[in-house]
């Protein structure tokens, strides 16, 4: 059973494996505009939690990837 930041740095997670639920939910909200703060509070993920997603290359792209959903390109 993997743990929320599986995907995080340090994981034996495949990358490829794509992202669970929370980590989708956190990074529509943050490319939406949520701050981290609110991002985290609204998904019952942590703060620190969310950090350690975002120190990861692949889920910042992942993010990024989701702002033209919000931007509406």
Known sequence: ???EASNGPGSDRPKSAGWNARQARVAALLASGSTIR???AESGAGERTVHGW???PAYRAFVA???PVFQGD
């Open 65 to 67: 990837k989701e702002k």
């Open 38 to 40: 609110d991002a985290a």
């Open 54 to 56: 975002l120190d990861s």
């Open 1 to 3: 059973m993997f743990h």
